[in-house]
């Protein structure tokens, strides 16, 4: 079983930069990746990277946002740059233990992850 522990939120103002870290212990997961939350909503997607590095991001994140891992593939982290406003949330980390061919069109499905992290607060001021 995986268990994840996640560290790096805080506050920034807008146009400034965080870099969250989840690490994972027990089996190495086939993915990780990050998940966000407001209070009221859905827990949304924001980014994924696989064991053979393969990263998928949602719109709202592109070309702002960086996911990536450690060598050993058991340390994601997302570099969060330009931040706005709207990404104020908490954010998960998430874990895909096991590997799965629809992957590549499931990866933003809240039910594709077994592991979750206890979130971190990220607040960025205007």
């Known amino acids: 079983q995986v268990q994840l522990v996640e560290s790096g939120g805080g506050l920034v103002q807008a146009g400034g930069s965080l870099r969250l870290s989840c690490a994972a212990s027990g089996r190495t997961p086939y993915a990780m990746g990050w998940f966000r939350q407001v209070p009221g909503k859905e827990r949304e997607f924001v980014a994924t990277i696989t064991q053979t590095d393969t990263t998928y991001y949602a719109d709202s994140v592109k070309g702002r946002f960086t996911v990536s891992t450690d060598n050993a593939k058991n340390r994601v982290y997302l570099q969060m740059n330009s931040l706005k406003p709207e990404d104020t949330a908490v954010y998960y980390c998430?874990?895909?233990?096991?590997?799965?061919?629809?992957?590549?069109?499931?990866?933003?499905?809240?039910?594709?992850?077994?592991?979750w992290g206890q979130g971190t607060q990220v607040t960025v001021s205007s």
């Open positions: 998430a874990a895909s233990t096991y590997y799965s061919s629809t992957y590549y069109k499931s990866y933003g499905s809240k039910s594709l992850y077994d592991q």
